[in-house]
């Protein structure tokens, strides 16, 4: 009898890269893809923050909480898990966190194989106003900053909104990435064309597609770090929001696209 060709493990934190991510693609799991035909469950989390309560001096007390969430992953099988930025509390360059990272991974490496984990940067993760520097070593780390990936035929657009936050630092990846979702958002898939949209209250309504008829916009969820508003989409700036005039940008890129929801961290509430 011969025998089965060893498994090989893929690497967890190098999945994000080439700004998609492994196995997620829209070939495997696009709008024609058989999982396209099929109900699916996710588990959003948002800030396990290691070090967060004691100032980096310890993170034991985060630690159990993120071993609790891994726990109800594993018991729920979700399609995948997402965690919304703010991974580590201590800044880019410290030794802190790059011992709370080691932790980090320790702990969510115990996640089934069978769930993939997609993880995004905050602004502990990258620094308030982010660097050249600062964002590749996240890169190094955890994979691309910001990019899209596929499930069930739903696409899910990944965003660095710390480079929306305060782009001073590395304004050419904040353009970089707005040109990237600017062409994101304005391609068409099979059955799924973008030619036009409509919206009331951010519900997409349909395209036209080249026959004259009515086809579905694909449905596009977004994730981010930092919420675009808390409240209302007009509400004042603050720390919790991106600042109005960013904000109703992307809320325009995005519904383009046919974004219908926006999951995020950062809040603390």
């Not at 064309?193 to 036209?208: E, K, N, T, V």
Request: include cysteine; charge should be negative; glycine fraction near 8%.
């Amino acid at each position: 009898m011969e025998k089965a060709a060893p498994t090989t493990r893929v690497n967890r934190w190098s999945q994000a890269a080439s700004r998609t991510f492994h196995g997620l693609t829209l070939e495997t799991e696009g709008p024609e893809s058989p999982s396209s035909r099929e109900d699916f469950t996710f588990i959003q989390l948002a800030d396990p923050q290691l070090g967060m309560m004691f100032e980096d001096t310890r993170w034991a007390e985060e630690a159990r909480q993120l071993e609790c969430a891994v726990e109800v992953v594993n018991r729920v099988k979700p399609r995948f898990c997402v965690v919304c930025g703010d991974l580590v509390n201590a800044r880019p360059g410290s030794k802190a966190q790059a011992a709370q990272v080691r932790d980090f991974k320790n702990i969510c490496s115990k996640i089934d194989d069978s769930v993939p984990l997609v993880c995004l940067c905050g602004n502990h993760d990258v620094g308030d106003s982010p660097t050249r520097a600062s964002i590749q070593i996240y890169k190094q780390r955890f994979g691309d900053d910001y990019f899209v990936f596929w499930v069930g035929g739903v696409r899910f657009v990944v965003l660095n909104a710390q480079l929306h936050k305060d782009p001073s630092g590395a304004p050419e990846f904040a353009r970089a990435q707005d040109r990237w979702l600017e062409a994101e958002m304005g391609q068409g898939f099979p059955g799924a064309a973008i030619d036009s949209f409509a919206s009331s209250g951010g519900a997409s309504s349909g395209a036209l597609s080249s026959s004259g008829g009515m086809v579905e916009v694909v449905r596009t969820v977004c994730l981010s770090h930092i919420p675009p508003f808390i409240e209302a989409p007009d509400e004042p700036d603050g720390y919790f929001n991106l600042d109005l005039a960013t904000r109703s940008r992307l809320l325009s890129t995005l519904r383009r696209g046919g974004c219908t929801h926006w999951f995020c961290g950062h809040y603390h509430r």
